[in-house]
């Protein structure tokens, strides 16, 4: 069943240099209690994707300018892009019904409160608890996401912490409502890679214990791998390919997944150098006419140069965006 229909998104920015198409008609679905992972390098539209969901784009200079986001809860739809970003129904739903993890935890925790009080501000606030109630709140989610001495962290400043549990300690505000949709944008990047995996193994854990959903944003492939049910790959704002994690690795249709695959290091493969993607991303301002990824593909034809492919499923359940396949 589905948590979230993302149907023709198309969100923009409007600058003096002219207009970003960062978001240009994207289409994806989030099953209930199931990852999805949204792969891309930086620039694709990954994050702006995430923020259209939560109502935070900046107007102006960004808009929605099409396309729904269907949230399915208690048996009704409802479309989220209706919605007044600063509307009190949009307020109950952000941080309520569906919470973000942001990349940089002490650029979005404030750093003249407690970890408690951040993690209570949400609690009351939508929960209706009384501040005794709702700090037992925050020390049973510190607990739960694996800081130790939580009576004692609660009453302490983000600068008191280390940076693993800072992480963890945005997690534990994120789920202190038990969200249907969790949003990780990139959480885990800039961790060293043990923490990573114990952020990831926590995040796995909550996910099966609150009964939640996940949107995971990020540029590591490694880390979908091992988070994800289901894989969108993105390109200059639109999605490439689409398909579940193990499809996506194994048999991967476009050329920009495979050229996101042959440049991951690997044990088992017998090369001397990995095989970086050429050139670089496209100016933003300057988007080619047709096939975003042309200038780069080794595979680029003439049809490419002048005409958008659109998304095509070329296996069950796997749908690509590329003129090899028409």
Same mark, same amino acid.
């Not at 209570?120 to 694996?146: P, T, Y």
């Not at 949003?183 to 990047?189: K, N, R």
């Not at 050139?279 to 080619?288: L, Q, R």
């Given at each position: 069943?589905?948590?979230?229909?993302?149907?023709?998104?198309?969100?923009?920015?409007?600058?003096?240099?002219?207009?970003?198409?960062?978001?240009?008609?994207?289409?994806?679905v989030i099953e209930q209690e199931k990852t999805l992972g949204v792969v891309g390098e930086s620039g694709c539209?990954?994050?702006?994707?995430?923020?259209?969901?939560?109502?935070?784009?900046?107007?102006?200079?960004?808009?929605?300018?099409?396309?729904?986001?269907?949230?399915h809860r208690d048996g009704q739809v409802m479309d989220l892009t209706k919605l007044n970003p600063k509307g009190r129904e949009m307020r /109950?739903?952000?941080?309520?019904? %569906?919470?973000? *993890?942001f990349q940089e935890p002490m650029t979005s925790l404030n750093p003249v409160y407690t970890i408690g009080n951040q993690i209570m501000e949400a609690i009351i606030l939508h929960q209706k608890l009384n501040k005794k109630d709702s700090k037992n709140k925050a020390i049973e989610m510190l607990r739960a996401v694996g800081i130790p001495l939580p009576e004692?962290?609660?009453?302490?400043?983000?600068?008191?912490?280390?940076?693993?549990?800072?992480?963890?300690?945005m997690i534990a505000m994120a789920m202190s409502c038990n969200p249907s949709l969790l949003i990780a944008d990139e959480p885990t990047t800039a961790l060293d890679v043990t923490i990573q995996a114990q952020v990831l193994e926590l995040m796995n854990a909550l996910r /099966?214990?609150?009964?939640?959903? %996940?949107?995971? *944003?990020?540029?590591?492939?490694?880390v979908i791998?091992?988070?994800?049910?289901?894989v969108v790959v993105m390109y200059l704002g639109r999605i490439v390919e689409a398909s579940n994690v193990r499809e996506v690795f194994h048999n991967g249709k476009h050329p920009y997944t495979q050229g996101?695959?042959?440049?991951?290091?690997?044990?088992?493969?017998?090369?001397?150098?990995?095989?970086?993607?050429k050139g670089v991303v496209p100016d933003p301002f300057d988007v080619p006419a047709g096939c975003g990824f042309e200038p780069r593909c080794p595979h680029a034809m003439e049809i490419c140069k002048t005409k958008m492919p659109d998304l095509k499923e070329v296996a069950p359940g796997h749908t690509t965006a590329c003129w090899l396949y028409e």
């Amino acid at each position: 069943m589905p948590l979230i229909e993302v149907r023709g998104l198309k969100t923009y920015f409007y600058t003096e240099d002219g207009i970003v198409r960062a978001v240009d008609g994207v289409d994806y679905v989030i099953e209930q209690e199931k990852t999805l992972g949204v792969v891309g390098e930086s620039g694709c539209g990954k994050s702006v994707t995430a923020l259209s969901i939560m109502g935070l784009v900046q107007i102006p200079p960004g808009k929605i300018e099409d396309g729904e986001i269907l949230f399915h809860r208690d048996g009704q739809v409802m479309d989220l892009t209706k919605l007044n970003p600063k509307g009190r129904e949009m307020r /109950a739903i952000r941080g309520n019904e %569906i919470a973000m *993890i942001f990349q940089e935890p002490m650029t979005s925790l404030n750093p003249v409160y407690t970890i408690g009080n951040q993690i209570m501000e949400a609690i009351i606030l939508h929960q209706k608890l009384n501040k005794k109630d709702s700090k037992n709140k925050a020390i049973e989610m510190l607990r739960a996401v694996g800081i130790p001495l939580p009576e004692q962290r609660v009453d302490e400043y983000p600068h008191q912490l280390s940076g693993g549990m800072r992480q963890r300690a945005m997690i534990a505000m994120a789920m202190s409502c038990n969200p249907s949709l969790l949003i990780a944008d990139e959480p885990t990047t800039a961790l060293d890679v043990t923490i990573q995996a114990q952020v990831l193994e926590l995040m796995n854990a909550l996910r /099966a214990e609150f009964q939640a959903s %996940i949107q995971f *944003i990020t540029h590591d492939l490694g880390v979908i791998a091992g988070m994800a049910d289901d894989v969108v790959v993105m390109y200059l704002g639109r999605i490439v390919e689409a398909s579940n994690v193990r499809e996506v690795f194994h048999n991967g249709k476009h050329p920009y997944t495979q050229g996101l695959m042959n440049s991951i290091p690997s044990l088992a493969a017998e090369k001397e150098r990995l095989e970086p993607i050429k050139g670089v991303v496209p100016d933003p301002f300057d988007v080619p006419a047709g096939c975003g990824f042309e200038p780069r593909c080794p595979h680029a034809m003439e049809i490419c140069k002048t005409k958008m492919p659109d998304l095509k499923e070329v296996a069950p359940g796997h749908t690509t965006a590329c003129w090899l396949y028409e």
